[in-house]
């Protein structure tokens, strides 16, 4: 077994000692969401066609599980290194950058899937929406996850207080997905509205993960993945880069 | 080739309040087998050294190896080659000690540890906490498994930054027991920082002191300690010294220890003593120790003085 594998199994182990905070606790919260707003807006929302508002709103809030957890997966586990000091035992190692990398955003990449589906299977007692072209949703899921966990390992490594974390997940992470179309149709909105959602990155990994349930959405999810696969390869490149400057970490 | 060279090695930290210059052009070898102690007040530099040693921080200019491989540029082969214990006592709340050993191990691609670990685990007293969680062990307990997870790669060269600092006296006998016998049995190399000069000089063959990011001694330890053929005078008293013994003096609470070169010194400073009226009891004479050396060569006694402290502590 080679180092990153090491750290990867350690990153999952981590979150899966404290699954009742980790996993639950966000398949739960995204439950509230469905029963609350599906129940409440269900004869309100008028979203494509032929689709239910609990349909449509049941992938959205699985893709914003996966974002939330693979964010607060690497970077919750970085900074509590920091404070705690014993990212020392890491720094300590022979492990390259790209270990790093390959480990914390892969645990955060599981996490997220691992919440998501969480989700997806207990909301199905709720909502069946279809699945026309399930390897869209894989696809969106997983890209989603791991630019979020490359997003949270950036955040995990500028961050130096649970303060200035907080501010990056409230005031960035936060918005950012709630903006992005998990609980309404872009074309709902006003133009001025739909422009600006269509600068917020998110709002593609929603679009294109909704397109694999209901072969619908609001733009061409080849659109959605060119502009996903250019937004994951820019993080990474930072990410990348800060872990082998050793950005905050080594001195 | 040399276990460890510090060849000119510099380092500045750029702050607020402007450039702070920690390490000014160090270069000192150790050789394999070596049991070397890096002493200095704090301040002085060593855990800064330490940490460009161990890949922790970059050095200004100047370059470090560890058995001939650059911490920098060949960084995985030296970090391989190396055990650091690190100062502060860090460890990760979510595992149990094997766990942590376990994972440690993987880190540097060793799978399938565990008689290795074991060992580690009996000579540092820690065999019935090996499924402990770490915070369950006591500060004592922590730090064995520090030195432990340091060691499970077997490193030939082991780096303990104040290890003992704030151990208990038995703890202490354990630690020293156990890393002598690497030193002897596997031939591994030991770089040791300590406030303890009494562990510097029954354990380190040859010392390096650093003062203000400069080495102020490179010697074997006998030779440094033939450095101080004086004596010292020792006593107690409630009393104040006189300005020009106060100057020169070395104050642990009551207790006062003066240089004095030969009997006629120490009947000078008797005399002196008893014209200032200071009343004094316990009074004995000994040889110089290395921390006489110590003081003498990094520098004032005012700075001394706490480093007293924390040695009694």
Known sequence: ?251 | MSAVSFQNVSKTYRTSRGDFQALRSVSFDIEPGEFFGLLGPNGAGKTTLISILAGLASPTSGRVTVLGHDVQSDYRAARRHLGVVPQELVFDPFFNVREALRIQSGYFGIRHNDDWIDELLAGLGLSDKASANMRQLSGGMKRRVLIAQALVHKPPVIVLDEPTAGVDVELRQTLWQFVSGLNKRLGSTVLLTTHYLEEAEALCGRIAMLKQGQVVALESTSSLLARASSNVLRFKTDGALPSELAAQARITGRVVQLPAGDVAAVERLLARLREAGVVVEDIEIRKADLEDVFLDLTGSQSAANPIREEVSA
Do not use: C
């Open chain 1, 1 to 251: 077994m080679s180092g990153w594998q090491t750290l990867f199994y350690k990153e999952v182990l981590r979150f899966w000692k404290v699954a009742f905070q980790t996993v639950a606790a966000p398949i739960v919260t995204a439950l509230l969401y469905l029963m609350i707003f599906g129940h409440v807006l269900e004869d309100r929302v008028q979203v494509y066609d032929s689709v239910n508002y609990t349909a449509f709103l049941l992938p959205g809030l699985v893709m914003m599980s996966v974002l939330q957890n693979a964010f607060a997966n690497s970077s919750s586990s970085l900074i509590q290194s920091k404070i705690m000091g014993n990212i020392v035992f890491l720094l300590l190692t022979p492990l390259s950058h790209r270990a790093w990398f390959v480990a914390y955003v892969g645990s955060s990449i599981v996490r997220g899937l691992v919440v998501g589906t969480g989700v997806m299977a207990v909301a199905w007692w709720f909502a069946k929406p279809s699945l026309v072209a399930p390897l869209w949703i894989l696809v969106f899921a997983f890209m989603g996850a791991a630019l979020l966990g490359a997003l949270g390992l950036i955040a995990g490594l500028w961050a130096e207080k649970f303060d200035q974390m907080a501010a990056f997940q409230n005031f960035l992470i936060m918005p950012m997905t709630f903006l992005s179309g998990v609980f309404y149709s872009i074309h709902s909105l006003p133009a001025f509205w739909q422009q600006v959602s269509h600068l917020n990155p998110f709002f593609y990994m929603i679009d294109g993960f909704r397109y694999g349930f209901f072969g619908q959405s609001d733009v061409s999810p080849w659109v959605s993945l060119g502009l996903v696969g250019a937004a994951l390869a820019v993080v990474s490149g930072i990410a990348l880069h800060l872990l082998k400057i050793g950005y905050k970490i080594r001195h």
